[in-house]
């Protein structure tokens, strides 16, 4: 009798373990049931309050692109605020060469998104599946670039431009631009393939698929939300982008739609039509909001490419 009796207490012990872990744990989930409707309320607030911090300006634009020339530049005044017209955005249609700078800009905005998506899946590409002792340091170079403004090294763009024969050419503009945005658009590619499981690559070459298949048939799919990013981010920076525009275009035929808005000044000389400024300005913003809102999905998963692996 006497050799079975630690046995029990042994097992009464455990039992006593396991009971006060179940009550430990159905003590959290009851806290932390008590705890979601709290934190559901201060996401939504916490969501509210950010999408009015972005929302209250563009609606302001908006608002003053109705609002006549007079209302704009006088103080606020509630009995005038909702006096609202399209006197601005007809006077901004009959400006000679507005829609050619429109057109300047979508083709400038659209050829660079394509050419550095392009070239930043291949670099990702190779930074990210290929091995080399030089590798790390030339992708550390390539982040090095990225604390560089271009601004900084504006002027010998312009003469290496200039002695290419790529100023007042939307082409040299274009160039520019996907040179400008290929380094945080390669880091992203780099991260974005990372993320994808060298077995899956190794499963397509045993298949007998060729590097280029297996990047448009079996990758692509994965890496679709970082060229997205990429393509969408160098399509926002050439489209807003206003100095290297002004630096490297003279002819007033190839000037883009930022170039174009400065020009817009009515009547005598320093005084600008502050309407007119507030209308070009909605139209210019109409395509960026378009094509965030219609590649949200994918930008947010390219930017997060590379955190998780697995």
């Known amino acids: 009798m006497t050799l079975h009796a630690p046995a029990r207490d042994d097992t009464r012990t455990i039992v006593t373990r396991g009971a006060r872990r179940r009550s430990h744990r159905s003590a959290r989930a009851d806290r932390a049931t008590r705890e979601t409707p709290v934190k559901r309320i201060l996401y939504v607030t916490a969501g509210v309050i950010a999408s009015l911090v972005f929302l209250v300006p563009l609606l302001l634009a908006v608002v003053r692109a109705l609002q006549p020339h007079a209302v704009v530049t006088s103080a606020p005044d509630p009995a005038t605020f909702f006096q609202w ?7 901004l ?11 300047n800009s979508l083709i400038v905005s659209l050829s660079t998104a394509v050419l550095t998506a392009f070239v930043a899946t291949l670099a990702g590409y190779g930074f990210a599946k290929f091995r080399s002792r030089w590798l790390p340091w030339l992708f550390g ?13 504006l002027t010998p763009l312009y003469i290496e431009m200039n002695a290419l024969g790529l100023t007042d050419s939307l082409l040299g503009l274009v160039l520019f631009y996907t040179t400008v945005n290929l380094p945080f658009c390669v880091f992203v590619m780099r991260n974005a393939f990372e993320a994808i499981p060298d077995e899956l690559e190794q499963a397509a070459l045993i298949d007998g698929a060729t590097t280029p298949r297996m990047l448009a048939s079996v990758l692509r799919p994965l890496i679709m939300p970082g060229v997205a990013t990429s393509a969408l981010y160098a399509f926002l920076a050439s489209w807003t982008e206003f100095l290297g525009a002004l630096t490297f275009l003279t002819d007033q035929d190839l000037y883009t739609l930022p170039v174009a808005m400065v020009n817009m000044q009515q009547g005598s000389y320093g005084q600008i039509n502050f ?3 507030a209308a070009g300005a909605v139209v210019a913003m109409i395509p960026c909001v378009i094509l965030y809102i219609s590649l949200q999905r994918f930008y947010v998963a390219g930017l997060a490419s590379g955190s998780i692996k697995g």
Request: glycine share 12%.
């Open 275 to 277: 309407g007119l400024i």
């Open 141 to 153: 170079l390539v982040l090095v670039t990225m604390m560089i403004p271009f601004q900084a090294i």
């Open 85 to 91: 017209t399209t006197e601005n955005f007809a006077q």
């Open 93 to 103: 249609a009959s400006q000679s060469g507005l829609g050619r700078s429109v057109g």
